[in-house]
C-alpha cells in the first residue's frame, strides 16, 4: 500500500493517514483518545503494519494517534519542544550549532518534535519530563508524542509535518546537551528524597500551595496554556500524595485564572485562593497485642462493646496491685508488678465503663484493697495507707505472713488527680512526689501534731484513670513531671475502637461465671518466682539492645516489660515460665506503649506560654517545611488549648526571638513563612 504523503501544508485527509506516515518512517503507532493512549500496556503494543493502523481508526472512531519513542537500535526518540526559548538556549550553550533532526512535527507556532534515530552513544539518553526542564521534555522509552494529522483536543488544529525526511541520529553536540539537561533534572530532583532515598510526596495540606507555585513555573517558562493543564497534572501525579482531584488541578493552571500585566511580565495567579490547613490525620499506632492467659478470657467475656485494650489493662493494673509483695521476677526481687495507667482517648470511647466494670469483677477475686476515687494530699493518701493496713492486721485478712497495704487510686478523671498534685505559690501539695516515690518503693510516712508520726512500710499504690487527648496534655502542665519524672511513669494506653454504641452488647456470664473461680484461685495463691526460658531472654536481650533507647518516650520501658511478665506467668494456670510466644506479645504490647507515649506525652512546662512552645515545637519538627503563623495556630489547636491565643502569641514571639523559629519567604496571600530550626 502506497504511503500517502503530506500536502503542501504538512496535513492529512485524516489521523490514520498521518499515522502511516510515521509508520513508514520506522516509529511504532498507538491509537489515542486526545493525547492519551486508549490502552494499557501501550508501550509494547505500538505498530508500524497499516492494517492494523486501519482496524484501530475502525474500532476508536475518530481517534488520534501516537508515535512511540522505543530505546533500541534503529528505534526513535523524540524532542519534545514547548518554547521557542528551547532553540534559542541551545544555541546559546552550544555557540556555532543548532538541532539537526530531519523529521519535525508541528504542534503549534514554534512548538513541536524533533525525531532522531537511536545509535549506539544515545541509547543511554534518559527521558527528561516536562516538569523537570523549562519549555521541553525528551521522550527516550516508553513515551510517545501525538502523531501529524492528529487534532489537537483543546484548539481543534491538526498536527503537521514541518521536515518530513526520515530521522537521522543526534549530533555528539545534542547528545552531551540532553546529558547535561538530564543531570541539571536529577539534581533538582534530589532535595524531592528522604533520608533513605525515598521519594518525599507533598502531603494534601500542603498541596495547594505547591500546585499553584507549580503552575507558576510553568506559565513564566512560556509553555503553551493549552498544554499546562495536563503537565499540572502529570506534576501532581508524580509529586504529590493520592488521591489527586484532576480536574481541581486542571482548574488551577486554566489561563483565566493566570494574567500577565504587559508582554514579558510575570504570570501572576489571579483565581480563588483555598486554604492549605493541615488535615489532622490520626497517628497510626502498632496493633494492640492480645496477651495469653486467664485475664484475656476474662477481658473478652466482660461487656464486649468496652475496647479490649482498655479492659485488659484495667484488669493488669488490678492484678498486679493484688500480687505486689508477693509475685517476683527472676532475681530481680526488687520489681513489683504494680502499673500507672491512664486511658487516653475522647469521650464515648469506653474509658469509665472499663475502669468500673473492671473494678466490680475485680471485687471477685476475694483479695483485700483500697479503691479510691479521689485523694486531696500526700499525707490524705498516708492516711488511707495507714487505715487499709490497720484493718488487714485486725482482720488477719490476706494470705501474707506479715499484711500489705494496697491501694488503687482509679479517678475517672486523671485530670483531676494531678491538679491536686501540682505545686503552686499558694499550695505545696506533696502529693506528686509522694506518687512518683510510691512507684519504685513501699515506703511512706507522715508526721502531724494531731495523729503524730506514721509511717509504712509495705504501701502497694497503683493507679487507673482516664483522660481526653487535650486533658491528658494540660494535666501534666505546672507539675515538672516530663518524660523523665512521673510522667515516665505511666502507661498510656488508647484505642482505635468505634465509639461505644447504644445498645451494648451484655457480658458472656457463662465464661464469666466460669473464669471467676479460676482467676480467684490464682488470686490467692502463694507467692511466684517468674522466669523466662533461654530463648525468651535472648529475644528480650536483642530486641532492647536493637537501638539506643535515647527517646524519651523509651524511658523505664524494659522496667515496664519486666512488670507485665510477672502479670503473664502469674496469671497461667500451669506454668509460670516465659517462653517465646509470651515475649513475643510483651514485646509487641512495649511497642505500642512506645508509639503511644510518643503521640501523646509532652515535655516538662510550668506555664500555658511554655506548652505552646512545646507545641509550635513539635509542629515544625514534623511538618518538615515552612509555613505562616495561621498554619501553625491551627495545627497547634491554640483555639481549644488551655489558655488560648494569648500564651499561643506570647510563645511564637519567644520562639522567633530565641531563632527557633526563622522567616522563610512568604505564600501567595503574602502571609510569612516560617520554618523550625533546633
Known amino acids: 500500500m502506497p504511503v500517502i504523503l503530506p500536502d503542501a501544508n504538512g496535513c492529512f485527509a485524516v489521523p490514520a493517514d498521518g499515522a502511516k506516515f510515521m509508520a513508514s518512517l520506522g516509529i511504532p503507532q498507538i491509537p489515542l483518545r486526545g493525547k492519551r493512549p486508549f490502552f494499557n500496556e501501550w508501550p509494547t503494543k505500538g505498530s508500524t503494519d497499516f492494517a492494523q493502523i486501519d482496524r484501530w481508526a475502525a474500532e476508536f472512531v475518530g481517534c488520534n494517534f501516537g508515535s512511540v519513542a522505543k530505546r533500541s537500535l534503529g528505534g526513535h526518540f523524540a524532542l519534545e519542544v514547548d518554547s521557542v526559548d528551547v532553540r534559542a538556549t541551545y544555541q546559546k550553550e552550544n555557540p556555532g550549532y543548532d538541532f539537526t533532526a530531519s523529521l519535525i512535527i508541528q504542534s503549534g507556532a514554534g512548538r513541536g518534535h ?141 489561563g483565566s485564572n493566570w494574567k500577565q ?85 475522647e469521650p464515648g470511647y469506653g474509658k469509665t465503663a472499663a475502669i468500673n466494670e473492671i473494678r466490680k469483677a475485680a471485687e471477685l477475686f476475694c483479695v483485700h484493697y483500697s479503691c479510691m476515687s479521689s485523694v486531696d494530699s500526700g499525707p490524705a493518701l498516708v492516711d488511707e495507707f495507714s487505715d487499709v493496713l490497720t484493718n488487714a492486721s485486725l482482720s488477719g485478712i490476706g494470705t501474707e505472713v506479715k499484711p500489705l497495704a494496697r491501694v488503687l487510686l482509679d479517678p475517672d478523671e486523671m485530670t483531676d488527680l494531678l491538679e491536686k498534685a501540682k505545686v503552686t505559690q499558694q499550695s505545696k501539695n506533696s502529693l506528686g ?9 513501699n515506703r511512706t510516712g507522715n508526721r502531724s501534731r494531731k495523729a503524730g508520726k506514721s509511717q509504712v512500710d509495705v504501701a502497694h499504690l497503683a493507679i487507673l484513670g482516664g483522660a481526653t487527648p487535650e486533658g491528658y496534655e494540660r494535666m501534666w502542665i505546672g507539675t515538672g513531671s516530663g518524660s523523665t519524672g512521673l510522667q515516665s511513669r505511666f502507661v498510656t494506653i488508647t484505642t482505635v475502637a468505634p465509639k461505644m454504641p447504644i445498645d451494648k452488647t451484655p457480658t458472656n456470664s457463662k465464661a464469666f461465671d466460669r473464669l471467676i473461680p479460676l482467676i480467684h484461685k490464682l488470686a490467692n495463691r502463694g507467692p511466684q518466682n517468674i522466669r523466662m526460658d533461654e530463648r525468651a531472654r535472648t529475644m528480650f536481650r536483642t530486641w532492647w539492645t536493637s537501638s539506643t533507647r535515647e527517646k524519651a518516650c523509651e524511658i523505664r520501658i524494659e522496667d515496664m516489660v519486666k512488670r507485665l511478665l510477672i502479670v503473664l506467668g ?47 515545637r513539635r509542629v515544625g519538627i514534623k511538618a518538615k517545611r515552612s509555613m505562616s503563623q495561621n498554619q501553625y495556630r491551627r495545627l497547634t489547636h491554640a483555639d481549644s488549648r488551655p489558655g488560648g491565643y494569648g500564651p499561643f502569641i506570647q510563645a511564637w514571639r519567644n520562639m522567633i526571638a530565641v531563632g527557633e523559629l526563622i522567616e522563610d519567604g512568604a505564600n501567595r496571600q503574602s502571609s510569612k513563612l516560617f520554618r523550625h530550626q533546633l
Not at 324 to 334: K, M, N, Q, R, V
Not at 574 to 603: G, H, P, S
Open 114 to 254: 524533533r525525531w532522531y534515530l537511536f545509535a549506539e552513544d544515545s541509547l543511554s539518553l534518559q527521558n527528561i519530563g516536562q516538569e523537570d526542564a523549562a519549555g521541553f521534555s525528551l521522550r527516550v522509552d516508553n513515551e510517545q508524542c501525538v502523531s501529524p494529522g492528529s487534532i489537537h483536543p483543546e484548539r481543534g488544529t491538526q498536527y503537521s509535518v514541518v521536515v518530513g525526511n526520515a530521522p537521522t541520529v543526534a549530533s555528539c553536540q545534542e547528545i552531551a546537551w540532553f546529558r547535561t539537561k538530564k543531570s541539571q533534572a536529577q539534581e533538582i530532583k534530589k532535595a524531592q528524597v528522604d533520608e533513605n532515598g525515598k521519594r518525599v510526596l507533598i502531603r494534601h495540606g500542603a498541596m495547594y500551595d505547591a500546585l499553584i507555585s507549580q503552575a507558576g513555573k510553568l506559565w513564566n517558562s512560556g509553555f503553551s496554556p493549552d498544554k499546562i493543564p495536563d503537565m499540572l497534572v502529570d506534576w501532581a501525579e508524580q509529586n504529590c500524595e493520592q488521591p489527586i482531584d484532576e480536574n481541581k488541578v486542571r482548574s488551577y493552571a486554566r
Open 570 to 616: 502469674g496469671t497461667n494456670e500451669d506454668d509460670t515460665l516465659i517462653d517465646e510466644d509470651i515475649m513475643d506479645q510483651a514485646i509487641r504490647w512495649a511497642e505500642y506503649i512506645i508509639a503511644c507515649r510518643e503521640k501523646f506525652n509532652v515535655a516538662d512546662s510550668y506555664t500555658y506560654t511554655q506548652a505552646f512552645e512545646g507545641a509550635i
Open 261 to 345: 500585566g504587559e508582554p514579558g511580565a510575570a504570570w501572576v495567579y489571579f483565581g480563588s485562593y483555598e486554604s492549605t490547613e493541615e488535615p489532622t490525620v490520626e497517628e497510626k499506632l502498632p496493633e494492640f497485642p492480645r496477651l495469653g492467659g486467664a485475664l484475656t478470657e476474662l477481658a473478652e467475656a466482660i461487656c464486649p462493646d468496652i475496647p479490649y485494650e482498655f479492659k485488659i489493662m484495667a484488669l493488669i493494673t488490678h492484678w498486679g496491685l493484688i500480687r505486689s509483695g508477693l509475685d517476683t521476677f527472676e532475681d530481680e526481687t526488687h520489681l513489683q508488678p504494680r502499673f500507672y495507667t491512664c486511658f487516653v482517648k
Open 433 to 441: 512526689s509522694e506518687l512518683l516515690k510510691l512507684y519504685e518503693t
